[in-house]
């Protein structure tokens, strides 16, 4: 250890040259605008994980090598010092830069200098947080070592305590710790679902879940379930909306605590489903529920204006965590769940008569959009058991938007693929706008995906740490900066430091589609005689709800 270095610090110099390294390169351009303080964040545990890596680097060179620790000249700290504190000035007057003009891109106002200014301070605390936590590993172990050097050699012990120390943090992390975590977040969230949101009161209507009759307890649906069966558009704005009468909607519902598993839960709702009339409406919508049981306002909204009110609305919860942490840890809960209520809904929709059945629609929105596809098996299935389909903001790791998009036609971007024509499913990033290949036949039963250049939820893969990706091998799509390139590793933080800012963005960018449910429905449902003066004015509309 240089006597050089600053005592408290204990700093060594392979481990805080890489650090800076770090730290610089986590101002790049990611995807999403951030602020200051966050910006911090995700600096110091860029540079966190940077000295690590140097010290590791350094250690395992000076074992290869037989080599002892030499301490590093006063001049080469001296040297360290005034290149890092160019570097840091040069990637924060970067890093801002960057950050303003994805600003303009998103049309969102810039933030002040003053808080971009906080990055640093923000960065250094988290990094000498995380290094004591490292140092208190390190002790660990030593004293290992020193255990061990009673019984092995030296070499031997040294191995064989790092290898322990690795294989203990690795297993405490992704086991104790995140278990631990994941548990403690459920169970708070579970908490948050015996809450209801201000103003939200039971239904007095049958055609909603908790409401007269219903088969399904209001105090079982949970904080989103009390939300979607609400609120929602009345008959009267329905009306007012269409200048002509409307139908009352029907909203069915079934919470995490309604029944005990999925299957039991997509039963309990069908049949209330059946019981409020839902069948005999000209439109049924099945939808994957995102996380925490949240149904999407801005689409079944969407859905329910475009239908005039004639239609129904079945969801259920499977999960209490938020959207983009289900995206990690609650795939399969998701893919239960989705095909657990469209199976069941199909079951009792194909025993009516061909000509009694309402249209039969499918929506899922991020990890919803996972769940739904995994009822079907192709396009083809796609098609032959529904009337329409739109997912939204998928994520990755989606089974057949992945099959879709791996193979697209020849010349068309991963961020707007074409899919065989587009006979059956598409992709648009601007539905109002059109919905490519324009100039093809498109089927009576539609299946559309609507996804952003910038969805941090859409691009985030594990493949992102080693290989670099179509979307930013072809020209970037246009709420993306051109100065956004792939380095290893980096881009896969980047990333996923982006996926909690998806919905902070205004609508049109990240993972914000509320305008663009609209033009995804009509595209869908054609109905006869809409305009694209309504277009615009329900979208207006539901941009402007709280």
């Known amino acids: 250890m240089s006597r050089a270095a600053p005592r408290w610090l204990h700093l060594t110099l392979p481990g805080a040259s890489v650090a800076l390294l770090f730290a610089c390169l986590a101002f790049t351009p990611s995807l999403l605008p951030r602020s200051g303080p966050f910006q911090g964040l995700v600096s110091g545990i860029s540079a966190t994980m940077g000295y690590g890596l140097g010290v590791l680097g350094a250690w395992l060179w000076r074992e290869l090598a037989h080599r002892p620790a030499r301490t590093p000249r006063p001049l080469a700290w001296r040297a360290f010092f005034v290149i890092g504190v160019i570097a840091l000035v040069a990637a924060l007057l970067l890093g801002w830069h960057w950050q303003r003009r994805i600003r303009e891109l998103m049309e969102m106002p810039a933030s002040g200098q003053a808080g971009y200014l906080l990055a640093p301070v923000v960065a250094a605390a988290v990094f000498l947080l995380l290094l004591t936590v490292g140092r208190g590993l390190r002790a660990v172990y030593r004293r290992l070592d020193a255990w061990l050097s009673r019984h092995v050699g030296p070499r031997a012990a040294r191995t064989m305590s790092a290898a322990a120390v690795v294989v203990l943090t690795a297993l405490v992390a992704s086991g104790v710790l995140w278990d631990g975590l994941m548990g403690l977040a459920d169970r708070s969230l579970a908490l948050r679902d015996t809450t209801t949101a201000e103003g939200i009161v039971p239904p007095r209507t049958a055609l909603r879940s908790g409401g007269p009759g219903s088969l399904v307890d209001w105090d079982t649906l949970g904080r989103e379930g009390r939300n979607f069966v609400g609120t929602g558009p009345s008959v009267a704005e329905l009306s007012a909306f269409h200048g002509a009468p409307a139908m009352e909607p029907i909203r069915v519902y079934a919470g995490y605590d309604s029944a005990p598993d999925a ?23 099945v939808v994957t529920t995102t996380g925490s049981g949240w149904v999407v306002p801005a689409a079944v909204d969407a859905f329910e204006y475009v239908t005039g009110g004639d239609s129904a609305i079945v969801a259920t919860q499977y999960s209490h965590l938020w ?9 399969a809960r998701a893919r239960e769940a989705g095909r657990a209520l469209f199976d069941t809904v199909y079951e009792r929709w194909s ?31 796609l098609a032959n058991r529904t009337d329409g389909v739109l997912f939204v903001g998928p994520p990755n790791f989606n089974t057949l938007y992945r099959e879709f998009t791996d193979h697209r036609e020849a010349g068309s971007p991963e961020v707007e693929p074409v899919f065989r024509r587009g006979r059956i499913v598409r992709f648009s990033r601007r539905p109002g706008v059109d ?35 179509d979307w930013l091998r072809e020209p970037r799509g246009d709420d993306v900066l051109d100065a ?49 003066e309504q277009s615009a004015r329900l979208r207006a509309h539901l941009e402007q709800a709280p």
């Open 484 to 532: 956004m390139v792939w380095l290893p590793f980096v881009t896969f933080w980047q990333v996923t430091a982006d996926l909690p800012l998806g919905m902070a963005v205004p609508s049109g960018y990240g993972h914000m589609y509320t305008g663009e449910h609209v033009d995804g429905w009509v595209a869908l449902l054609r109905p006869e005689g809409w305009s694209p």
């Open 323 to 331: 959207s983009w942490l289900s995206v990690l840890v609650d795939q």
């Open 263 to 285: 299957e039991a839960r997509a039963e309990l709702a069908v049949k209330d489903l059946e019981r409020a009339g839902g069948f005999q409406r000209k439109h049924l919508l």
């Open 435 to 469: 919905i490519p290949p324009a100039s093809e036949p498109w089927g009576a039963s539609r299946t559309l995906y609507l996804l952003h250049p910038s969805d941090p939820i859409t691009w985030w893969s594990p493949q992102l740490l080693l290989r670099r990706p």
């Open 351 to 381: 025993r009516l008569p061909e000509g009694q059945r309402p249209k039969l629609l499918v929506f899922g929105e991020s990890l919803g959009s996972y769940g739904g596809e995994t009822a079907f098996s192709g396009e083809r299935d």
